[in-house]
């Protein structure tokens, strides 16, 4: 069973926004700092942001730095990543992880993850 599960990807124009969804699946990860990353057809997957398990605390890819905006709800086990002023470099599979450590943005960090969600942005 896949431990998280992203929904909200889909096929947008430049300049238009999406909210992405990762819900847990199975088991709670409230207690874990949750990451986003995304990965690009021939590249690496690649670090978009992260929050503490609490919420306080957020990180962000330069590259998204003011554009995305992550949080989560524990009560609903889901964690968001809401995307505004989309380009076509952010076209790429988004994943969610979970990790018991907050502040590393290396994706050998993160123990647990979605299946992904793909995002194309595209006129």
């Known amino acids: 069973q896949v431990p998280l599960v992203e929904s909200g990807g889909g096929l947008v124009q430049p300049g238009d926004s999406l909210r992405l969804s990762c819900a847990d699946s199975?088991?709670?990860?409230?207690?874990?700092?949750r990451g986003w990353f995304r990965q690009a057809p021939g590249k690496e997957r690649d670090f978009v942001a992260a929050?503490?398990?609490?919420?306080?605390?957020?990180d962000y890819a330069d590259s998204v730095k003011g554009r995305f905006t992550i949080s989560r709800d524990n009560a609903k086990n889901t964690v968001y990543l809401q995307m505004n002023s989309l380009n076509p470099e952010d076209t790429a599979v988004y994943y969610c992880?979970?990790?018991?450590?907050?502040?590393?943005?290396?994706?050998?960090?993160?123990?647990?993850w979605g299946q992904g969600t793909q995002v194309t942005v595209s006129s």
């Open positions: 992880g979970a990790s018991v450590r907050y502040g590393l943005r290396g994706s050998e960090a993160y123990n647990y």
């Open positions: 199975g088991r709670t990860f409230s207690s874990y700092t």
């Open positions: 929050i503490s398990r609490n919420g306080g605390m957020t």
